[in-house]
């Protein structure tokens, strides 16, 4: 064990001071990464355990985590709970068992618990208030909710209906995205159908910004009508452009054309009620027969006479025209023209713009009064307009994208070679810090094991002085390096290297 000592000491004295720094260095990151990997395995991966707490409750659940010997962390400023993930289906289950968390979302649980010595005027407290949290958490159920608060105003019962006031309800929104029209009539037709008399009118969706959801205020019916009208009109108006311009876009390319369409819609609801009667179609309703009886002058014979009533076929018709069609459509159309090639030896010119043709234009309208549904008994109006565009916006965008695009290709590409030279000189440098330190081990390693210079002592016993020894050294060496001269090359090119 000593001489191991020794001979690692010995080769610590052999080294430098540069090769005792980085042997230092390699050996403490080398414990430090050893030690972080351990830590870093060993470490529980923590999941959610409570949200939104108060920060009352907060403290009592942390005191009985602290209680258990249950690791947790904090987070969300303090309002929610984090715990080995492992272990929180059954931190949960201990928690509820000590009613753990309070201020969660009450439904009709609250009434698992009865108390017989409850008054009426708290059984319908209660009442409301499980109603309320059942309403919410159906709310909350949505994906775009993250929470809700529902608050409910239940009049009392009065005798006389004159006196009944109406319920009111309203509701405080925490959403995760927005919430669409049809999202947010449906909430408020959830809420009226689960309280009795409630009307949809009298509830009041807010959102956690205080931005409210429900258009109470926006108007009557004619302004939100008017608004579904506007939106109806744009959609078949977009329609139709889209398709003619598909059209245009396959045949002439894109760019090369735009297509503008105005539509003319019938937003009248009309009932017709219409009866046709039709007198070549005739069939006999009833048949009366009549007999007379003889009288006491007479022959003696009976007279019969009939009575026949016909009925007129006839037609009734119910007829309730459909909400939103189309009167009559206009559309414009612009075409760009062509452009020929410059001539040989003038590559440099611009193109030269060239009209299109009649037979062009006519190919065009057609297909464009196809894909529009072009009805001329509507008095429907198109017009196709050939002329040049304007593209020097465009154009300069191009340049001005494809200079961008060449600056940061040939930035990204410098960058890579300078982070690859970069790497390189570090890999020779390291490459060749470890090789001297190599030698350097090596060189001290047979150095410790050779025998050491003797020193000599005078006839009395004494040591001589150092000069001496140094000279009784130097021919020490002398000797070797007459009998192994390739050795003493080897330790004087060492010596050179460092």
């Given at each position: ?42 470490q529980a991966t923590y999941t959610t355990l409570y949200s939104n707490l108060a920060p009352a409750e907060a403290g009592e659940i942390v005191d009985v985590l602290t209680g258990l010997d249950i690791p947790y962390q904090i987070s969300a400023g303090g309002t929610a709970l984090q715990v080995p993930e492992h272990q929180a289906q059954a931190v949960r289950l201990k928690l509820a068992a000590q ?400």
């Amino acid at each position: 064990m000593n001489n191991s000592l020794s001979q690692y000491g010995a080769v610590w004295n052999r080294l430098s001071m540069n090769h005792r720094v980085l042997l230092v260095l390699v050996v403490v990151g080398t414990v430090v990464a050893g030690v972080g990997t351990v830590r870093w395995a060993r470490q529980a991966t923590y999941t959610t355990l409570y949200s939104n707490l108060a920060p009352a409750e907060a403290g009592e659940i942390v005191d009985v985590l602290t209680g258990l010997d249950i690791p947790y962390q904090i987070s969300a400023g303090g309002t929610a709970l984090q715990v080995p993930e492992h272990q929180a289906q059954a931190v949960r289950l201990k928690l509820a068992a000590q009613g753990y968390p309070r201020d969660g979302v009450v439904g009709y649980e609250i009434f698992d618990k009865s108390n017989l010595g409850m008054t009426d005027f708290l059984q319908k407290v209660n009442f409301r208030r499980a109603l309320e949290g059942e309403i919410a958490k159906s709310i909350m159920s949505l994906s775009e909710v993250s929470a809700a608060r529902v608050h409910l105003v239940m009049p009392e019962s009065r005798l006389f209906s004159r006196d009944q006031k109406q319920p009111t309800a309203s509701v405080v929104l925490k959403l995760n995205g927005s919430l669409s029209e049809s999202q947010v009539a449906g909430i408020a037709h959830l809420v009226a159908s689960s309280v009795e008399g409630l009307d949809v009118d009298a509830i009041s969706l807010v959102d956690s910004r205080g931005k409210l959801l429900t258009e109470k205020h926006a108007g009557d019916m004619e302004t939100r009508l008017s608004s579904t009208q506007l939106e109806l009109r744009h959609n078949v108006e977009n329609h139709l452009e889209s398709k003619a311009q598909s059209l245009l876009d396959r045949t002439l390319g894109a760019g090369r054309s735009v297509v503008r369409v105005i539509a003319d819609l019938n937003f009248d609801k009309v009932e017709t009620q219409a009866e046709n009667y039709d007198p070549d179609r005739v069939a006999i309703r009833s048949e009366e027969v009549q007999t007379a009886k003889p009288g006491s002058e007479g022959d003696g014979a009976s007279q019969n006479a009939t009575i026949t009533n016909y009925e007129i076929s006839k037609t009734v018709e119910h007829v309730v025209s459909a909400f939103g069609t189309i009167e009559r459509i206009s559309v414009a159309v612009m075409v760009d023209g062509t452009y020929a090639p410059p001539a040989a030896g003038a590559e440099d010119a611009a193109p030269t713009y060239q009209p299109r043709s009649a037979d062009e234009l006519g190919q065009i309208a057609a297909v464009v009064r196809t894909a529009v549904g072009f009805d001329s008994s509507r008095a429907d109006h198109m017009e196709v307009v050939n002329m040049a565009f304007d593209t020097s916006v465009e154009d300069e965008l191009a340049q001005d994208l494809q200079s961008v695009e060449s600056y940061e290709m040939y930035y990204d590409l410098g960058r890579k070679v300078l982070y690859g030279l970069l790497i390189l000189v570090a890999l020779l440098y390291v490459r060749r810090t470890f090789k001297k330190l190599g030698k350097a081990l090596a060189g001290a390693a047979a150095g410790s094991h050779a025998s050491p210079v003797p020193v000599t002592f005078n006839q009395g016993g004494a040591e001589l002085p150092q000069q001496t020894q140094r000279t009784r050294a130097a021919d020490v060496f002398g000797e070797r390096a007459r009998g192994r001269p390739e050795e003493v090359a080897k330790i004087i090119k060492t010596m050179m290297s460092e």
